[in-house]
């Protein structure tokens, strides 16, 4: 393990039908869009143990006692917290915030950027030793697919219009107002629509 000053919350939700993936299941069924998120969570386990640059904590909802997360947690090298909070915004700073307490550096990924690899992790890391206050990877979207800090602003999780194109504008404008230096690595795609599906097929060699 390269660096025991971090830890990687890694954000997912259980695989229940009717609940994830909810703005696909039109294009690829419910039962398809479960199975997705399923896969989803494996591969982003799969490949943060193969990277093996820091702790792992996967952040379940509803709770660490499903089923999949008890056998990731018997899999994969992780440790199974529940996420609190009544919305993202607020689950994700909870989390970071008792991190912090353990670690120096918090990284927050979800289930659903496959194209986030490892090394784009390390060059976070890097980022945040090289006392970057705040690092972002953008999604090409207008959210992000990954955020690290070495403090817990709230004020970055608060009054955010999660899920919409506008979540990284208005997290820039936030920490221009705070003055917090922060820095932006290239975006990466995640899974939203029809469109991201078919790409996420087509690097599995399915498509």
């Known amino acids: 393990m390269l660096y025991d000053d971090s830890v990687i919350l890694l954000y997912a939700k259980a695989p229940i039908e009717g609940k994830v993936n909810t ?11 479960t199975k997705l998120q399923h896969d989803l ?23 660490r006692q499903d089923k999949i997360f008890l056998q990731c947690e018997k899999q994969y090298p992780v440790t199974l917290f529940d996420q609190s909070g009544d919305d993202l915004g607020e689950r994700m700073f909870n989390g970071v915030s008792i991190a912090l307490q353990q670690y120096k550096y918090c990284i927050v990924i979800g289930t659903d ?16 030793h090289d006392n970057a ?25 608060e009054k ?6 506008d979540v990284m504008q208005q997290t820039r ?15 990466c795609w995640d899974i939203d629509r029809f469109e991201d599906y078919q790409r996420y097929l087509a690097i599995k060699g399915k498509a």
């Open 23 to 33: 703005r696909l299941i039109a294009d690829i069924g419910i039962q398809t869009a």
């Open 41 to 63: 969570i494996h591969q982003r386990l799969l490949m943060l143990t193969e990277a093996n640059l820091c702790d792992v904590r996967l952040m379940c909802a509803p709770s």
């Open 113 to 128: 950027a496959p194209a986030l690899d490892g090394l784009r992790i390390k060059q976070v890391i890097e980022a945040l």
């Open 133 to 157: 206050d705040v690092v972002i990877v953008p999604a090409e979207d207008g959210g992000y697919v990954l955020i690290a800090m070495q403090q817990a602003h709230k004020f970055l999780f």
């Open 160 to 165: 955010i219009s999660w899920g919409s194109a």
């Open 173 to 187: 404008s936030r920490l221009n107002e705070k003055n917090i230096s922060f820095e932006e690595l290239a975006s």
